[in-house]
């Protein structure tokens, strides 16, 4: 599975992007997808996961009520609605699949994540 993350791009505080993240290869049906991020000299952490039944998602605390992970299974696509970008949310934004239908709790662990996209650059200027 090869995952491409796209949509990034430069706003201004207080905008919006929204980022999408598609597969060659294989449907997603099954599995679970996450949205992480690695802000300048910080380690890579979670963003928001869900598995894409849709019956669970998982926001970190400092993006909830901002950002929301969704997707389109007819596209089979995973997006990551980002509003009332803040210059702290400047990271490369990394999409995620595991093979599994995870619980809630194990969304956030990147261990729990079988691939990865290459990262898209999400820059927000005050």
């Known amino acids: 599975v090869q995952l491409q993350a796209s949509g990034g791009g430069l706003v201004q505080a207080g905008g919006s992007l929204r980022l999408a993240c598609t597969a060659s290869g294989r449907t997603f049906s099954g599995y679970s997808m996450g949205w992480f991020r690695q802000r300048p000299g910080k380690e890579r952490e979670f963003v928001a996961g869900?598995?894409?039944?849709?019956?669970?998602?998982n926001h970190a605390s400092s993006v909830k009520g901002r950002f929301s992970i969704s997707r389109d299974t007819a596209k089979n696509t995973l997006f990551l609605q980002m509003n009332d970008l803040k210059p702290d949310d400047t990271a490369v934004y990394f999409c995620?699949?595991?093979?599994?239908?995870?619980?809630?709790?194990?969304?956030?662990?990147?261990?729990?994540?079988?691939?990865w996209g290459q990262g898209t650059l999400v820059t927000v200027s005050s």
């Open positions: 869900m598995r894409w039944s849709g019956s669970t998602r």
């Open positions: 995620a699949a595991s093979q599994f239908s995870l619980i809630h709790s194990a969304l956030p662990s990147e261990e729990s994540y079988h691939y």
